[in-house]
Protein backbone atom coordinates (compact mmCIF):
# COMPACT_ATOMS: atom_id res chain seq x y z
CA UNK A 1 0.00 0.00 0.00
CA UNK A 2 2.89 2.15 0.64
CA UNK A 3 4.44 1.76 -2.77
CA UNK A 4 1.27 3.29 -4.45
CA UNK A 5 0.59 5.61 -1.59
CA UNK A 6 3.55 7.73 -1.29
CA UNK A 7 4.77 8.47 -4.98
CA UNK A 8 1.43 9.29 -5.79
CA UNK A 9 1.23 11.62 -3.08
CA UNK A 10 4.52 13.19 -4.61
CA UNK A 11 3.17 12.72 -8.10
CA UNK A 12 -0.08 14.64 -6.70
CA UNK A 13 1.62 17.20 -5.31
CA UNK A 14 3.97 17.92 -8.64
CA UNK A 15 0.63 17.76 -10.90
CA UNK A 16 -0.95 20.27 -8.85
CA UNK A 17 1.25 22.76 -8.61
CA UNK A 18 1.69 22.39 -12.55
CA UNK A 19 -2.03 22.00 -13.83
CA UNK A 20 -4.04 23.41 -11.02
CA UNK A 21 -5.28 26.36 -13.31
CA UNK A 22 -6.17 24.18 -16.37
CA UNK A 23 -8.07 21.69 -14.22
CA UNK A 24 -9.44 23.52 -11.26
CA UNK A 25 -11.31 19.84 -9.92
CA UNK A 26 -7.72 18.29 -9.93
CA UNK A 27 -7.42 18.50 -6.25
CA UNK A 28 -10.13 16.35 -4.79
CA UNK A 29 -9.98 14.13 -8.07
CA UNK A 30 -6.08 13.25 -7.11
CA UNK A 31 -6.90 12.40 -3.12
CA UNK A 32 -10.32 10.26 -4.38
CA UNK A 33 -7.64 8.56 -6.66
CA UNK A 34 -5.13 8.20 -4.16
CA UNK A 35 -7.08 6.83 -1.98
CA UNK A 36 -8.93 4.37 -4.14
CA UNK A 37 -6.26 2.88 -5.80
CA UNK A 38 -4.35 2.88 -2.19
CA UNK A 39 -7.66 0.93 -0.69
CA UNK A 40 -7.95 -1.27 -3.75
CA UNK A 41 -4.73 -3.51 -3.00
CA UNK A 42 -6.25 -4.74 0.77
CA UNK A 43 -9.52 -5.61 -1.13
CA UNK A 44 -7.72 -7.41 -4.25
CA UNK A 45 -5.10 -9.13 -2.15
CA UNK A 46 -7.38 -10.54 0.31
CA UNK A 47 -10.05 -11.42 -1.85
CA UNK A 48 -7.95 -13.55 -4.22
CA UNK A 49 -6.11 -15.02 -1.01
CA UNK A 50 -9.65 -15.79 0.28
CA UNK A 51 -10.59 -17.67 -2.96
CA UNK A 52 -7.32 -19.52 -3.44
CA UNK A 53 -6.34 -20.04 -0.06
CA UNK A 54 -2.46 -19.18 -0.81
CA UNK A 55 -0.77 -16.01 -2.05
CA UNK A 56 0.96 -16.19 -5.35
CA UNK A 57 3.26 -13.88 -6.36
CA UNK A 58 2.39 -12.73 -9.60
CA UNK A 59 -1.08 -12.06 -8.54
CA UNK A 60 0.59 -9.96 -5.88
CA UNK A 61 2.16 -8.08 -9.17
CA UNK A 62 -1.26 -7.79 -11.16
CA UNK A 63 -2.94 -6.41 -7.80
CA UNK A 64 -0.55 -3.13 -7.39
CA UNK A 65 -1.12 -2.83 -11.12
CA UNK A 66 -4.57 -2.93 -11.19
CA UNK A 67 -4.71 -0.92 -8.17
CA UNK A 68 -1.86 1.97 -9.74
CA UNK A 69 -4.44 1.76 -12.82
CA UNK A 70 -7.57 2.22 -11.29
CA UNK A 71 -5.83 4.96 -8.94
CA UNK A 72 -5.06 6.90 -12.30
CA UNK A 73 -8.12 6.23 -13.85
CA UNK A 74 -10.34 7.37 -10.90
CA UNK A 75 -8.55 10.60 -10.85
CA UNK A 76 -8.91 10.98 -14.63
CA UNK A 77 -12.80 11.01 -14.55
CA UNK A 78 -13.31 12.98 -11.18
CA UNK A 79 -10.54 15.03 -12.86
CA UNK A 80 -12.72 15.65 -16.61
CA UNK A 81 -15.94 16.09 -14.50
CA UNK A 82 -15.61 17.51 -11.71
CA UNK A 83 -18.08 15.33 -9.43
CA UNK A 84 -15.53 14.96 -6.39
CA UNK A 85 -15.17 18.94 -5.91
CA UNK A 86 -17.79 19.75 -3.68
CA UNK A 87 -16.75 17.04 -1.99
CA UNK A 88 -12.76 18.23 -2.10
CA UNK A 89 -11.84 18.10 1.54
CA UNK A 90 -12.95 14.80 2.58
CA UNK A 91 -10.68 13.07 0.63
CA UNK A 92 -7.85 15.65 1.54
CA UNK A 93 -8.58 14.96 4.97
CA UNK A 94 -8.84 11.25 4.57
CA UNK A 95 -5.31 11.46 2.51
CA UNK A 96 -3.78 13.20 5.57
CA UNK A 97 -4.75 10.73 8.03
CA UNK A 98 -3.85 7.75 5.91
CA UNK A 99 -0.78 9.76 5.60
CA UNK A 100 -0.14 9.98 9.35
CA UNK A 101 -1.64 6.53 10.14
CA UNK A 102 1.66 4.77 7.68
CA UNK A 103 3.78 7.11 9.67
CA UNK A 104 3.10 6.06 13.03
CA UNK A 105 2.11 2.68 12.37
CA UNK A 106 5.84 1.88 10.57
CA UNK A 107 7.42 2.51 13.60
CA UNK A 108 4.77 1.46 16.28
CA UNK A 109 2.34 -0.74 15.11
CA UNK A 110 -0.54 -2.45 16.89
CA UNK A 111 -0.32 -6.36 17.86
CA UNK A 112 -2.57 -7.48 15.71
CA UNK A 113 -1.79 -10.08 13.19
CA UNK A 114 -2.44 -8.20 10.00
CA UNK A 115 0.90 -6.08 10.95
CA UNK A 116 2.73 -8.41 12.13
CA UNK A 117 6.36 -8.78 9.48
CA UNK A 118 6.06 -12.53 8.31
CA UNK A 119 9.80 -12.62 7.70
CA UNK A 120 10.89 -11.93 11.44
CA UNK A 121 7.41 -13.33 12.44
CA UNK A 122 7.54 -9.91 14.80
CA UNK A 123 5.81 -6.63 14.56
CA UNK A 124 7.27 -3.57 13.25
CA UNK A 125 10.42 -2.78 11.84
CA UNK A 126 12.50 -3.57 14.72
CA UNK A 127 12.40 -6.70 16.62
CA UNK A 128 11.56 -6.20 20.04
Known amino acids: MKLLFFPMLLYSLFLISRLRRE ?7 LWAGLLAGTLAIPVLYYGYTWILGRDVFLL ?10 F ?15 PFGILPGGLVCVLLVCFLWFTYHPP ?17 R
Open 60 to 69: DLATFILSVV
Open 23 to 29: FPCLLSS
Open 111 to 127: GARLFADPSARAAGLFM
Open 71 to 85: AFWISFRFALSCKGK
